[in-house]
């Protein structure tokens, strides 16, 4: 068998995938809609291996979801608009728009040479004023809403690179570019109230305990009998909720209820996930009516008796289920 030859067969195909467009997609109503988005390279120069690692994982997402039929959305941009480019230029005495988009171009070449599946009509770059636009707007509308403010705040200050460094950027005391020892400032900034949907956002990332997820709950029993404390007033308020609950399968977990004076708490949903939310997690259910982002996702429903039994392995000598 002759030895396989990477050059020419990659060339090869990626010239058939190109002259088919097979990674163009269209609006397609008839099948089911997947967005695959590895985070935007910055345009430093050239591709590191740690690229080619991030790249990769996500082109196996794109294609392996296309295989199953899905109409695959895989775009690529470039993160491109800040001080870093400007220091760059001003080191290399060039033009922060020509360093950066030289950088793009050869960036570019090197993302097409390893046959990525992108579709590169929808190709982007942050710098270029067609975009930065659309996140001009959307300041201004925060800032119309009042959700855009200004404030003193102590900041990291590099004073070689002139501008403000994460908390992650500073290692060791210094800047992780320029090495530079860095200064704390109080600086006016601005800042987004993010902070005021903070409990809308632990709402709707909350798995939701109610008609459409409960399938049944699953309560674990140890032999150490030591710590076990009454549950009667929990057991009666989950009871009061399960029966407001119109649902077939949630009736079935009031039998159940009676057991919580168990020391471990699992409830399956209807994603199929068996959460531990522990009995300061039943607390918050019963509260609100959500599984707490706290909860720690233990086996999949799909793993069947196995995933009991791995509970079982894990130290749980009964498991009692809906």
Known sequence: MARYNAKAAEEKWQ????????????TDPQRPKYYVLEMFP??????HVGHVRNYTMGDVVARYKRAQGFNVLHPMGWDAFGLPAENAAIAGKVHPKEWTLSN???????????????DWRREIATCHPDYYRHEQKMFLDFLKAGLAYRKESWVNWDPVENTVLANEQVIDGRGWRSGAAVEKRLLSQWFLKITEFAEELVK???????????VQLLLADQSDEAGIYDQRERVAALKEKLQQMDSPEVKLLLPLADQLVKKSVWILGGDGWAYDIGYGGLDHVLASGRIGLS????????????????LRRRGQNRIVAA
């Open 204 to 214: 709707k990332l909350s798995p939701k305990i109610g008609d459409d997820f409960v």
């Open 104 to 118: 793009i171009d050869t960036m570019r070449a090197q993302l097409k040479r390893m046959g990525l599946a992108y």
């Open 42 to 47: 910055y345009p430093s120069g050239k591709l």
């Open 15 to 26: 010239n058939i995938w190109r002259e088919r467009r097979c990674f163009d997609v269209e």
């Open 295 to 310: 909860a720690r996702r233990l086996w999949h429903g799909s793993e069947g008796a196995q995933g009991a039994d791995t």
